[in-house]
């Protein structure tokens, strides 16, 4: 315990170098801890992209393209199916709801989404259901009603009673407007930092008729034709536990040629896919640790010379080599104990203040919390990393003749 004193007196007696030894550390390990938890954040926030949806239901082919052309509204949503089978869907007992999506209109690059109103009531986002900051949800199939996610209200600054003209077609291509027939804009979604804050949302019957009028004539609405066609379903069942069981159902419908995606197991599979960059990151965070790890020990190091007559003084009064060795190293030890707090600290700091920006402009959920295992174990290899480099300086020290301490060389 009295070495332990001493290595703490001896460190406040030199709080200059090592506090800046200390806040190195500290923010080398706030990066180290930063990436880690913004790496299990932005998985779990990924997974949780579309939530409160059991089951994604499209045409057989890619799970993965299902995924990202219903949900990411990315690629082109070529396949489609009957839009009809919601009434087969229905008819499954565990069933509780199905929402439709049509896909391959825009406005201004964003993508446009035929839906109905169980979309705003049901579909969540990041695990929260979906809010409409200004206006109202589509309440009426046949009405000229859009409803905006927050990117696009405000990237393109329209706001409530704006009036739009959707055009056929996604992408960068050319498209055809419906500028005789425009739709009125009635709500803007609350920010969720998922892909619905992209996207525009307007009724399936809006969508049918926009691909059912004849060029150059008026929009008119009608009842859904029985021919009309979406690109998925999004499905909610009574209870998970039923799960596969629908599956099966769905899988055993004549001539339906179907498939039913778990969103979330989906949505793993595609992150998976971003494996290589996500070690790249780790990467460079034990990089800028370990560079700091070598300058500590390079600080240590210099210092040494200048504690000649402190360490000689030590050993005069019947400190043994090994005690030397030792006091060394639990200074390295208190400094990179301290850096670690302070880093953590600074961590939960920077996540508190900037967890609602995080959420809404980047769509990652992270809150303030105690490190999980993964952390202690990085934090663990961080400590025993930098006693290993401690034992350089601590060796010097231990190999200081007495006679060098008490009568250091003339310059």
Known sequence: MIWLRLAIQSALARKGALLIMVLSTAISVAILLGVLKIRDDAKTSFSNAISGVDLVLGSKGSPAELILYSVFHLG??????PARLDRDIAAITAVDW???????????????????TLFFEKVKAQGRPLVIQTGKALTSPESFDVVLGSRVAKSLGLTISNQIAIAHGSGSGPKKDHSDSPFKVVGI????GTPIDQALYISTQAFDSLHDAQDGSQLQFAKLDPNSRVNAFFIGLK??????????????????NLMAVMPGVALDDLWSTMEVAENA???IAYGVLLTTILGITATLLIALDNRRRELAILRAIGAKPPQILLFI??????????GILAG????????????????????????????NTADLISLLIVLCTVLLFATIPAAKAYKMALHDGLNPPSP
Do not use: H
């Not at 082109?76 to 199916?81: C, F, G, L, Q, V």
């Not at 069981?245 to 339906?256: H, T």
């Not at 953590?344 to 919390?369: C, F, K, M, N």
């Open 98 to 116: 199905i929402v439709p999506i049509q896909l391959g209109d825009s406005y201004r690059n964003y993508p446009v989404v035929g839906t109905n």
């Open 329 to 338: 190293l639990m200074e390295a030890f208190l400094v990179c104990i301290v």
């Open 281 to 283: 990151l780790i990467l």
């Open 189 to 192: 979604l609350a920010p969720t």
């Open 239 to 256: 209870s998970r536990g039923s799960i596969f069981s629908v599956r099966r159902q769905i899988d055993d419908l004549k001539n339906a």
């Open 76 to 81: 082109k949503p070529t396949n489609t199916i």
């Open 344 to 371: 953590w600290v600074l961590l939960q700091a920077l996540i508190a203040v900037y967890a609602d920006p995080l959420r809404t402009e980047w769509g990652v959920v992270s809150s303030v919390g105690l490190p």
